[in-house]
């Protein structure tokens, strides 16, 4: 592999007049955050990297990446264990919306209409600040009803979101939702909470959010899953990487349980596990 450029000569300040981050940090990172996380970062990630890890560098009152990143392998216990979370959450990426890829809530919904009358658990991948989960929860009402004896089991790696979605409030204006489920499934805030919307207790009792790393070499989810999304996920891991967590959910999912993905994740090579069932939907074999 060529030198990657730095984003700055290496003995010079950022370009923030502060940190210095050459071609040595950047690697560092790169490797530590494929371990912890299971992300590919191509050299063409150095500037977003500087940028969101130099915010930590200053909250910390590191004086350099090369310092921050030595505290970071260094440390032990709950403290560094945190610090790995905050590492995580700083290099994550959380792009989502309502009804995202909505082709696949029709199929969803058509789906959950066939089940109808059964215990279903759906898993929510890379929950994010929540809109694909309350999506799903959307969607579940609208097919099954109120009282769905559904359980969307939602994850992602970075704690930050999670909290976010916990909360279910979003701004009135979120992209995605029609004026009616605004109305069917949105309380609207008033006076200091006007301009935010809330989502409705009946179907916040339909998600579960949990923290959880695709990397974990054991995964304890519970009873096996009936529908996986796991959308725009796959996308950040090498080949191996996506191979290996393709095995693991095909091990969490019951037999001829559907996995939907992004739009741009093609799962082929995976044929002898999961086979094509519909666009970006894919059926456990």
């Not at 909250?59 to 979370?85: D, I, K, M, R, V």
């Not at 279903?120 to 969607?139: D, H, V």
């Not at 207790?201 to 989810?221: A, C, G, I, K, Y």
């Amino acid at each position: 592999m060529s030198a990657l450029p730095s984003i700055v000569p290496a003995d010079s300040q950022g370009p923030e007049g502060e940190f210095s981050f050459g071609p040595a940090d950047f690697e560092r990172v790169r490797k530590l955050i494929h371990q912890r996380a299971g992300i590919s970062l191509h050299a063409g990630k150095q500037a977003m990297v500087y940028s969101r890890l130099s915010r930590r560098l200053r909250e910390l009152g590191h004086g350099s990446f090369g310092q921050y990143l030595q505290a970071l392998e260094g440390a032990s216990g709950a403290a560094a264990n945190a610090e790995w979370q905050e590492f995580v959450n700083c290099l994550t990426t959380n792009l989502t919306s309502f009804f995202r890829e909505d082709h696949h809530f029709g199929l969803l919904a058509n789906e959950l209409t066939a089940r109808r009358g059964q215990n279903l658990r759906i898993w929510c991948n890379a929950a994010s600040t929540g809109e694909e989960p309350y999506s799903l929860a959307m969607t579940v009402v609208e097919a099954l009803g109120a009282n769905a004896s559904v359980t969307i089991f939602c994850s992602d790696i970075d704690t930050k979101v999670l909290a976010t979605a916990e909360q279910g409030i979003y701004a009135a204006d979120a992209r995605g939702l029609s004026p009616e489920r605004l109305r069917q499934h949105f309380l609207r805030g008033t006076a200091s909470n006007a301009g935010f919307i809330r989502i409705k207790p009946e179907l916040q009792r339909l998600v579960e959010f949990h923290t959880f790393n695709l990397m974990n070499d054991r995964w304890s989810l519970g009873e096996p899953f009936d529908i996986v999304f796991c959308r725009n996920v796959m996308i950040y891991f090498d080949a191996p990487t996506q191979r290996r967590v393709l095995e693991r959910m095909h091990r969490a999912m019951k037999p001829r349980a559907l996995l939907f993905a992004g739009h741009s994740e093609n799962f082929s090579d995976s044929r002898d596990i999961f086979r094509l069932r519909g666009k970006t939907v894919y059926e456990r074999v």
